[in-house]
């Protein structure tokens, strides 16, 4: 993404049309974030992307589960 006419959302992301016509959001340093069909689908799905982030949604722990079933059946 160039530096000429960028436009920060929420002074969190930016938004720019690729050469196949979909959208792409970046972070301040760059990083990609949401591809979207339209402009504002990738506007409303940043915000949702950046919000839980803020929360702590992508430091959050796997879990895993057993399959097994305790008891006679």
Do not use: P
């Not at 760059?30 to 979207?36: F, N, P, S, Y």
Request: aromatic fraction near 14%.
């Amino acid at each position: 993404m160039t530096n000429t006419d960028i436009h920060y959302y929420d002074d969190a992301f930016a938004i720019e049309k690729t050469k196949w016509g979909t959208y792409r959001s970046y972070d301040k340093e760059g990083k990609e974030l949401i591809t979207a069909l339209n402009e504002e689908l990738c506007l409303q799905h940043s915000r949702f992307y950046l919000k839980g982030r803020q929360e702590g949604w992508d430091s959050l722990a796997c879990s895993t589960y057993g399959g097994e079933v305790g008891g006679k059946l």
